[in-house]
């Protein structure tokens, strides 16, 4: 078993529950906005079902957060706050990496440059009182209701699709610099 701990957490559960996040953030948010433009819309930069930014974000929430479990006047402000920063921080590294950001809020009123708005930071507040209300429950339920080798099968497969995906949308997305200068970032 993996048994590597961070933040009391063994290495295998910390895995699996960003995978399941990916997942299931990729999964909303693709649903969401098919929804909104009346069509299909993948939301993740990759072709599968990832979108690393809400594993990163739940368990970054998750962590930063559960000395406040229970109190959830003060989970809705800080996560809220710190999902925002969140966004924002990714969408500057996209901006550099990239020269784009993956969203844009700049029909949205009160938003900042088009990357942070506050209907997305009050939405964040309220995800974040979902996933200490009930969502890491069952997400834990979930990747415990299997059994070890079955998830150590399915993490390194996950990973391996995810790792060949986003290289090759790395290389899509910067293709034409790799052409013209030779390199990549």
Not at 71 to 87: P, R, S
Not at 125 to 154: E, K, Q
Request: aromatic residues 22%; hydrophobic residues 50%.
């Amino acid at each position: 078993m993996l048994s590597r701990q961070f933040l009391g957490v063994d290495a295998y559960h910390l895995i699996q529950w960003f995978l399941v996040y990916s997942i299931l953030g990729w999964m909303v948010e693709s649903a969401y906005m098919s929804f909104c433009n009346r069509r299909w819309t993948n939301r993740g930069f990759v072709k599968g079902p990832f979108c690393p930014i809400y594993g990163f974000g739940a368990l970054g929430v998750y962590f930063l957060l559960r000395p406040f479990d229970g109190h959830y006047i003060a989970l809705y402000i800080l996560g809220a706050l710190i999902a925002t920063f969140f966004e924002f921080l990714v969408a500057k590294v996209m901006q550099h990496l990239f020269g784009a950001v993956w969203w844009d809020y700049e029909d949205k009123p009160f938003n900042y440059q088009g990357i942070v708005c506050l209907e997305s930071t009050l939405a964040w507040g309220l995800y974040t009182i979902l996933l200490f209300g009930f969502l890491h429950r069952m997400v834990d339920r979930l990747v415990n209701a299997y059994p070890y080798r079955v998830g150590i099968f399915l993490g390194n497969l996950a990973f391996l699709v995810f790792t060949i995906d986003l290289g090759r949308s790395l290389y899509a997305a910067k293709k034409d610099k790799f052409y013209k200068d030779q390199y990549f970032f």
